[in-house]
């Protein structure tokens, strides 16, 4: 080997050469560079996992072809662990592992070595990376992917049927031995179940007849997974599996017993349940859904039977009304299966089908009668008493008790028809009228003789068929006109005929003109066969003047037996008409006929009218009534008021044309104010100054009167209405002067009141008054 190369000693050895230049510290000191030869050993060691020792563990030797043994060399170690796990011999280069290592947690690790001068550290070797790997030992047990599995399979299944697959792991090395290499095996659920030892793989292994859910529904089965290929020495691990059997449908549904028996009563309605039977089915699920149904019996027609789906009961239902006395037990069979199909394998031991016996319970009805309802006619010409014929009822129990009918009055509230209480014979009491109401619909009840709580009632529905008995009349008010100058012969109106009877043929109305009627001379009457008519004129000119109103009797009669007629009375007035016969002018009472009023209407609208000036007249008669309120109200009040009116007002309805304030004070009221009833309009108009109120000295009450007067009609804010406007001043010439206090010499001085006497009753209770308070001063 050349110098200045590392050897790797270990088991084995191979050798590498190669040629690496070395730059020292002394190609920077201007030194020859040299390349030098060096030889490469293996660079892998190998190391055993799971060391058991007291001593540090061996794992080789690193020198360098340069050591001397001298001692002048120092080996380092670098890398994954260096220090901790790996340790280096300074000295010799001996490499030692200080701990226990595990493979499955660090397969390798990778070191890096140099060698330098132990005096000055210079670097001899460059630094040279190898590995340590470490040799895999079977530490490691194999490994469920799950602690319990669960799977299902169904009952009945053949041999080999796949249930679930299981798989384990092992953490050694697959790649180096047989430390990974598994077996599986099953330690319990013999004879049951089987498992691949290659695959994991669980299968049945019993046939169907052994695999029954009903004797066995869970198992638990232990599955082995052992390394070494199932060796001796192998490690093993192990897992549960929890297997359930599915049901399927392979037991038929059976009745637990042969007979049943049921009671109901005879009054039982048709729909209610008369009882429930139930089946058993040792399968669970939809595989235990069943179905019942009536196979035969003699109630096939009377009973039924369903399936309530919440419990699998079979309810047995009423289609008809019972009747004790006809029918008091009825037998039937009734037959279950399931509603799925049913396995190959099934099997039932139970009877399929039962006998169910139904007795009829006696109850106490009420009447029945024969119909449920009845259909009766009668002429409405029928006398009273007539018979419209019978209802009949009769008690359904053994006891056949006697039956009283009578009329519910609700349903006959006119009272037309009775009914005998003893035979059920309905007769007329009132006369009837077949136009009034052609159909009467009455219930009759018939109750028990010694019960009158047992009672029933049916409906009677009486036509009455029609008699001719109503004359047939003019369909509607017929009024025409002729003119003056016409044709004989010549249509002027078409009348037409109604009759209230309804004849089973239809109606037939014959027309003719009264034999006995005075203007035979001037119409006619020609019956179109249709039952209409027409009114035909009989002379070739008509005089206004000589008459101009003409009544024509028309005679309508029917074609029933008995035969009935009526005259029906047309009035046709006397016109002039232009050439092509169109109306121009008739007579003043053709004019308001023409017009649409008649003589009714008129008095109406005159009535109305005087009615409403009736209204106007007393309104205005309780206006003027009206007295203006007294300035003293109570007698008692004798204080002095005196209030100086310095505003015109709104009279007496007017309580807004005047300032409260003003009256109270009028020397304080502002002379350009406005009146509060109006909205006052300042750049309309401008503000109305008032003259100055003229002194009770040098003024005469007519003359201030006019001048009120001019200013009132000057203004333009007045109301459109008569107001009475009261004005401070007396005037001269008053007897009385003034009546205040305010203006006497003394308030306190003695009066004489004995002249108020003189004016009158009010004045002479107001001397009374003032004088007794003078006397009383006196005293």
């Known amino acids: 080997l050349s110098a200045n190369s590392f050897f790797f000693c270990l088991f084995w050895t191979g050798v590498e050469t190669g040629r690496e230049e070395m730059i020292g510290d002394g190609a920077r000191e201007g030194k020859l560079l040299r390349r030098f030869k060096r030889g490469w050993m293996w660079n892998q060691f190998?190391?055993?996992?799971?060391?058991?020792?007291?001593?540090?563990?061996?794992?080789?030797?690193?020198?360098?072809?340069?050591?001397?043994?001298?001692?002048?060399?120092?080996?380092?170690?670098?890398?994954?662990?260096?220090?901790?796990?790996?340790?280096?011999?300074?000295?010799?280069?001996?490499?030692?592992?200080?701990?226990?290592?595990?493979r499955e947690e660090k397969a390798f690790y990778t070191l890096r070595a140099t060698v330098v001068n132990r005096n000055t550290g210079k670097k001899l070797e460059p630094e040279t990376?190898?590995?340590?790997?470490l040799h895999d030992i079977n530490d490691n047990e194999p490994k469920f992917a799950k602690e319990v599995y669960t799977a299902s399979v169904p009952e009945s299944s053949v041999i080999g049927t796949s249930v679930t697959q299981v798989t384990a792991t092992d953490?050694?090395?697959?790649?180096?031995?047989?430390?990974?290499?598994?077996?599986?095996?099953?330690?319990?659920?013999?004879?049951?179940?089987?498992?691949?030892?290659d695959?994991?793989?669980?299968?049945?292994?019993?046939?169907?007849?052994?695999?029954?859910?009903?004797?066995?529904?869970?198992?638990?089965?232990?599955?082995?997974?052992?390394?070494?290929?199932?060796?001796?020495?192998?490690?093993?691990?192990?897992?549960?599996?929890?297997?359930?059997?599915?049901?399927?449908?392979?037991?038929?549904?059976?009745?637990?017993?042969?007979?049943?028996?049921?009671?109901?009563?005879?009054?039982?309605?048709a729909g209610h349940p008369v009882g429930r039977i139930k089946a058993v089915d040792k399968d669970i699920g939809k595989n235990a859904e069943m179905s019942y149904s009536v196979v035969s019996g003699d109630g096939l027609d009377i009973f039924d039977v369903n399936t309530d789906r919440n419990t699998q009961e079979g309810v047995i239902t009423v289609l008809k009304p019972l009747d004790y006395e006809k029918t008091m037990s009825y037998t039937l069979e009734i037959q279950v299966q399931n509603v799925q199909a049913l396995h190959t394998h099934s099997q039932g031991t139970l009877p399929t089908i039962?006998?169910?016996?139904?007795?009829?319970?006696?109850?106490?009805e009420p009447p029945l009668f024969e119909r449920a309802s009845y259909l009766m006619e009668v002429k409405e010409d029928a006398a009273l008493g007539a018979v419209v014929g019978s209802v009949r009822a009769m008690d359904p129990d053994r006891t056949n008790s006697p039956v009283r009918y009578s009329i519910d009055r609700r349903t006959d509230l006119d009272r037309h028809f009775n009914v005998h209480s003893g035979n059920g014979s309905i007769f007329i009491t009132r006369p009837l009228d077949r136009e009034e109401a052609d159909w009467h619909n009455i219930s009759v009840i018939a109750t028990e003789f010694n019960k009158p709580l047992q009672a029933s009632r049916v409906p009677v529905y009486i036509r009455l068929l029609d008699v001719n008995d109503n004359a047939p009349m003019f369909a509607s008010f017929y009024e025409t006109f002729v003119c003056e100058k016409t044709k004989a012969g010549q249509k002027i109106q078409m009348v037409s005929a109604v009759d209230a009877d309804d004849p089973v043929g239809g109606h037939k109305f014959f027309f003719s003109l009264d034999t006995e009627g005075v203007y035979r001379g001037n119409f006619t009457v020609r019956d179109n066969g249709d039952n209409t008519a027409s009114i035909l004129t009989r002379r070739s000119s008509y005089n206004p003047l000589h008459k101009s109103v003409y009544l024509v009797p028309v005679v309508i009669t029917d074609g029933d037996f008995p035969m009935q007629s009526s005259t029906g009375t047309l009035t046709v007035r006397v016109c002039t008409c232009d050439r092509e016969g169109n109306m121009e002018l008739c007579n003043a009472e053709a004019q308001t006929s023409s017009a649409g009023l008649s003589t009714g209407a008129l008095v109406a609208i005159l009535l109305c009218v005087i009615i409403l000036l009736m209204i106007v007249v007393?309104?205005?008669?309780?206006?003027?009534?009206?007295?203006?309120?007294?300035?003293?109200i109570s007698k008692e009040d004798v204080r002095d008021n005196v209030v100086s009116y310095n505003d015109e007002g709104g009279g007496e309805e007017d309580t807004q044309a005047f300032d409260i304030g003003a009256l109270r004070n009028p020397e304080a009221m502002e002379e350009s104010?406005?009146?509060?009833?109006?909205?006052?309009?300042?750049?309309?108009?401008?503000?109305?100054?008032?003259?100055?109120?003229?002194?009770?000295?040098?003024a005469d009450v007519r003359e201030f009167i006019n001048q009120r007067v001019v200013d009132n009609d000057s203004n333009p804010t007045a109301p459109p209405y008569d107001s009475l406007a009261t004005y401070a001043y007396e005037g001269a010439g008053s007897v009385a002067e003034s009546l205040s206090s305010l203006g006497s010499a003394s308030s306190e001085g003695d009066q004489d009141y004995n002249y108020l006497s003189d004016w009158g009753p009010r004045f002479r209770k107001l001397a009374d008054m003032y004088g007794a308070e003078d006397s009383d001063r006196d005293s």
């Not at 599996?241 to 009054?267: K, R, W």
């Open 46 to 102: 190998f190391l055993q996992e799971e060391y058991t020792g007291s001593d540090k563990q061996y794992i080789g030797k690193l020198q360098s072809d340069m050591d001397k043994g001298d001692g002048t060399l120092k080996y380092i170690l670098t890398g994954d662990g260096a220090g901790d796990i790996f340790t280096i011999d300074e000295s010799n280069g001996d490499l030692h592992a200080n701990k226990r290592l595990d």
């Open 129 to 133: 990376e190898f590995i340590v790997k």
């Open 171 to 197: 953490a050694d090395d697959s790649m180096y031995g047989n430390s990974a290499k598994l077996r599986y095996s099953i330690s319990q659920g013999h004879p049951y179940f089987s498992v691949d030892p």
């Open 199 to 269: 695959t994991g793989v669980i299968r049945t292994a019993l046939g169907p007849g052994e695999m029954d859910r009903e004797k066995r529904e869970h198992y638990q089965v232990v599955i082995e997974a052992k390394d070494m290929a199932g060796q001796r020495g192998g490690l093993t691990g192990t897992t549960a599996v929890n297997i359930t059997l599915t049901d399927v449908n392979d037991n038929a549904p059976g009745f637990s017993q042969n007979m049943y028996q049921f009671s109901v009563p005879e009054s039982i309605k």
């Open 354 to 364: 039962a006998t169910v016996r139904i007795d009829v319970e006696d109850v106490d």
């Open 618 to 632: 007393l309104f205005a008669a309780l206006k003027r009534q009206k007295k203006k309120e007294p300035l003293i």
């Open 673 to 698: 104010k406005q009146r509060r009833d109006i909205i006052p309009s300042d750049t309309l108009y401008p503000p109305l100054r008032r003259t100055a109120i003229p002194s009770q000295d040098n």
